[in-house]
């Protein structure tokens, strides 16, 4: 000990080590001052104000130290180097989020339209005041000319401390993240908050880890893998009915119902509908009653994945993060080609899900994300913008578009944790044990106020009689966490059974003119795309779809989830067991682990075309 504190005693930094200090310490303040005052970050709290203080200093640490362990000493040339990549990292974040309001991904830097896009405006987006940055460096090479300062040397010890020291701030920062927002790396929401939580050099490692993992799966794939899965999927693909084209050249307006299950449809809380629009609308159109959410880690966005390539979302992670530079043959696309103007809606942060690069891929022309709309403190609720107006400012946007269109809207407001302002209250609570599931069916009554709204208005402006509406949940609001006070709700135990059941979510296909029908055939957000394309009586050509049309009456009954349960005409599968349907008991048949292999083999081939992003080969066997 004594050792120890004489050492600490003795210690005095050299002028070497004193450069190498000042490199590190402008470095922090200045991502500290860009990340801070210059990037638009949203900071909630205290905490958020100081992981955006600490994150910089960790990547900043872990570079100098790094090198200094692999080379034992580093020049005032290297430090000075590595100051220069660093700050220049940082200026092209700015440069490009003064532009952009996102961040680099390593795809974008390869994408050289996007560069297309800021070449002609690049001197625009700089600004004197920017040489600021650089001033550092100026200074570091000036004091670097100094007779004295050589190479720089730590000292082991030193060395050793500074590299746990890294280390540790850096386990602490991402803790401290992971309170703040839980899954951070898993789920890979928003590139905004991976490098509020992160800071902009770790979020760029991550961006790096991430891209070279799907590369280097991509790279093993070969052109002889999709034929498995063709022969897969290419039973029944054309089969015609009596649904076919009954659509055609209609605007196809799709609504992606914010966590609406299917249990909410016809539910009561003291006498009062839960949902009293979607009661009635369900009467007036296809309403499938066994449709299933096949989302995973991706949630809204899984969900879209689903819906508009009729392929599976992956078991980790958000696909629409993990493989956005994949080809695919997107809903939207097809539509495109076929005439149709394509836009999403959406009131939150448009690199949320990294829906901005996503949907260029999948052939959107359109993104209406939060910045086409008046959003306030009073018009919005946790996540942004309300279900009323953002509905209500959509309507002009939406008559602007050239028709056909398919137009996607992504509602919010029934989000997790279900808040909601006093005056959008329109039925009392449910009284079980758990505050969300109590409040959940508030926000459902809020959104179903707001898509009444919404057909009033689309009958207004006359869109709603050359359209047809096409209605989802996106996947649960009410995890199992809640399944004691669903009991009290569902009115039964939820077993696994019920809890299984508890994925379905309202499928709702209307179709103004024509009457209303009950659906009961087993599917899910995977057969949403046949299904619209047999309607539009569009024929996508070559295409890899693991869907099938809902009206097809030949079509089995089947919809996997991405866990791997499933659910079938007799018999489900969760957690390991087989189910009876008609009474949910347990069962061993060998027909349901004949369906379970078919569950997990069509899973398996999904995961191989995203993996492998096997879609670039179609065309190279398109007879
Ligand atoms: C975010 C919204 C909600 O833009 O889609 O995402 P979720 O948490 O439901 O996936
Ligand atoms: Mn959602």
Same mark, same amino acid.
């Given at each position: ?8 005693k ?14 590190? #310490?402008? #470095?922090?303040?200045?991502?500290y ?18 992981i #955006? ?7 900043v ?32 974040n ?17 994408q ?12 625009g ?14 200074i ?16 082991? #010890? ?6 746990v ?7 602490f920062?991402?803790?401290l ?33 991430m ?9 093993f794939?070969e052109s ?7 022969n897969?999927v290419?039973d ?10 009954i ?11 914010? &966590?609406?299950?299917?249990f ?9 509908e ?9 009467k ?24 508009d ?26 539509l495109n080609?076929?005439?149709?103007a394509?836009a ?13 690069l996503m ?20 018009n &919005?609720?946790?996540y ?5 107006p953002?509905?209500e400012?959509s ?5 602007n ?5 398919h ?34 069916v ?25 359209s ?12 199992e966490?809640?399944n ?19 994925q379905k979510v309202?499928?709702?296909?209307h ?5 209303g029908?009950?659906?009961t ?21 070559k ?8 009206f097809?009456?030949?079509r ?8 791997? &349960? ?14 009876q ?11 349901? &682990?004949?369906?379970?292999d ?26």
């Amino acid at each position: 000990m004594k050792v120890l504190i004489d050492k600490i005693k003795s210690f005095h930094l050299n002028i070497d080590q004193k450069f190498l200090g000042v490199a590190i #310490l402008f #470095l922090w303040l200045k991502s500290y001052i860009v990340s801070r005052f210059i990037f638009d970050l949203p900071l909630e709290n205290a905490i958020e104000e100081f992981i #955006l203080l600490i994150n910089p200093i960790s990547s900043v640490l872990i570079l100098f130290i790094g090198a200094l362990v692999i080379r034992r000493k580093l020049s005032r040339q290297g430090i000075f180097v590595l100051s220069l990549l660093f700050t220049f990292l940082l200026y092209a974040n700015l440069v490009y989020y003064r532009f952009f309001n996102d961040f680099i991904t390593i795809p974008v830097l390869f994408q050289v339209q996007n560069f297309g896009d800021l070449g002609g405006s690049a001197k625009g987006l700089m600004n004197p005041w920017d040489l600021l940055l650089f001033v550092d460096l100026f200074i570091l090479s000036f004091f670097g000319r100094k007779k004295g300062i050589k190479s720089i040397v730590v000292p082991k #010890l030193a060395r050793r401390f500074l590299v746990v020291a890294a280390a540790a701030l850096l386990v602490f920062n991402v803790m401290l993240a992971e309170t703040q927002r839980p899954q951070l790396l898993t789920r890979t929401f928003d590139r905004e908050m991976l490098v509020k939580y992160l800071g902009v050099y770790n979020y760029h490692a991550y961006d790096l880890f991430m891209h070279s993992k799907a590369s280097a799966q991509r790279a093993f794939a070969e052109s002889s893998d999709i034929i498995e899965v063709e022969n897969y999927v290419s039973d029944g693909f054309d089969e015609e009915n009596e649904f076919t084209g009954i659509a055609k050249d209609k605007n196809v307006i799709l609504i992606s119902m914010e &966590s609406l299950q299917d249990f909410v449809i016809n539910y009561e809380v003291e006498g009062q509908e839960v949902t009293p629009f979607l009661n009635q609308l369900v009467k007036e159109s296809f309403y499938f009653t066994n449709f299933y959410q096949q989302t995973g880690q991706g949630k809204t966005s899984d969900s879209e994945f689903l819906v508009d390539n009729s392929l599976y979302p992956l078991s980790r992670g958000a696909v629409f993060t993990t493989n956005a530079q994949n080809t695919y043959k997107g809903l939207p696309a097809i539509l495109n080609e076929n005439g149709y103007a394509t836009a999403s809606f959406h009131g939150n942060n448009k690199s949320f899900w990294n829906r901005d690069l996503m949907y260029k891929n999948l052939g959107y022309e359109f993104f209406y994300d939060e910045t086409y709309f008046e959003v306030s403190e009073e018009n &919005s609720v946790n996540y942004g913008l309300k279900d009323i107006p953002f509905f209500e400012q959509s309507i002009p946007k939406l008559q602007n578009l050239k028709q056909p269109f398919h137009a996607k809207f992504i509602t919010l407001t029934n989000h997790y944790p279900f808040v909601l302002d006093e005056e959008d209250i329109m039925i009392p609570t449910l009284q079980t044990s758990s505050g969300t599931v109590n409040r959940y069916v508030q926000t459902v009554r809020y959104f179903d106020e707001a898509l009444k709204l919404f057909f009033e208005q689309l009958k207004e402006t006359g869109l709603y009689d050359n359209s047809i509406i096409i209605l989802y949940g996106d996947h649960y609001g009410i995890s199992e966490n809640h399944n004691r006070a669903m009991e009290s709700v569902i009115g039964k135990k939820v077993t696994p059974f019920e809890y299984l059941k508890l994925q379905k979510v309202p499928f709702i296909v209307h179709i103004p003119g024509m009457d209303g029908k009950e659906m009961t055939t087993v599917g899910g957000q995977i057969d949403v795309k046949p299904t619209i394309l047999n309607l539009l009586g569009i024929k996508p050509g070559k295409d890899i779809q693991f869907g099938e049309d809902l009206f097809n009456e030949n079509r089995r009954d089947f919809a996997v989830l991405r866990d791997g &349960s499933f659910v079938a005409d007799y018999y489900s599968y969760t957690e390991g067991i087989c189910y009876q349907n008609w009474d949910g008991n347990p069962t061993e048949d060998k027909y349901c &682990s004949q369906l379970k292999d078919l569950a997990d083999h069509e899973l398996r081939l999904s995961d191989k075309v995203i993996q492998g992003d096997l879609i670039r080969f179609l065309d190279e066997f398109e007879e």
